[in-house]
């Protein structure tokens, strides 16, 4: 599966920074990432709306878990 990061982000219903944090942190590895650098000179952009990243199913699973809200301790008040 590959998107560009702000359209995932939307589909999941979270946040760029919040899929780059999970990223970071090594919750999920994408199999491509528009914003790592080749071994050339060109710029890569990090602008959300043009950074593209492609996951397999299982990393795609493992981000969407990482990404999705924590469920209010049982007692919350609202």
Do not use: Y
């Not at 593209?52 to 981000?63: D, I």
């Not at 969407?64 to 469920?71: C, D, H, I, L, M």
């Amino acid at each position: 599966m590959s998107a560009r990061l702000e359209d995932l982000a939307r589909e999941l219903g979270t946040t760029p920074e919040e899929i780059l944090g999970a990223l970071d942190r090594g919750d999920a590895e994408p199999l491509m990432d528009t914003a790592r650098q080749k071994k050339t000179e060109r710029e890569r952009t990090e602008d959300p709306s043009l950074r593209s990243l492609a996951f397999t199913e299982e990393e795609l699973a493992a981000l969407r878990e990482a990404v999705a809200p924590s469920p209010e301790p049982q007692g919350a008040s609202p």
